[in-house]
């Protein structure tokens, strides 16, 4: 499966953005997708992933309840939106994918076996 993540942008803190990750293939429903991000010169760390049907999404501590998954199969497409938006959220932002029945913890970039290229987010204080 090929991934393409956009939507990023540049906006002020406590905007909205909402990116998504649009995937090629017929079989995208089985997968559970991604997100991560990476800051310049830090490691990439998990913000979130939503599994094959939808039903089930998780996040990062640091952004729970702010930012929301949801996933659209016919579409191909998953969506993330984030509100209340704070400088410490920029960074590029990557989806990915992973079999619907992977081992392994969800968190864990290694885990994913196709990425797509990242969106930059911005966010000014």
């Known amino acids: 499966v090929q991934l393409q993540a956009s939507g990023g942008g540049l906006v002020q803190a406590g905007g909205s953005l909402r990116l998504s990750c649009a995937a090629s293939g017929r079989t995208f429903s089985s997968y559970a997708i991604g997100w991560f991000r990476q800051a310049p010169g830090k490691e990439r760390t998990f913000v979130g992933r939503i599994n094959w049907s939808g039903g089930s999404t998780d996040y990062a501590d640091s952004v729970k309840d702010r930012f929301t998954l949801s996933r659209d199969n016919a579409k191909n497409t998953v969506y993330l939106q984030m509100s209340s938006l704070k400088p410490e959220d920029t960074a590029v932002y990557y989806c990915?994918?992973?079999?619907?029945?992977?081992?392994?913890?969800?968190?864990?970039?290694?885990?994913?076996?196709?990425w797509g290229q990242g969106t930059q987010v911005t966010v000014s204080s």
């Open positions: 990915a994918a992973r079999g619907a029945f992977s081992g392994g913890t969800y968190a864990v970039p290694a885990t994913y076996n196709y």
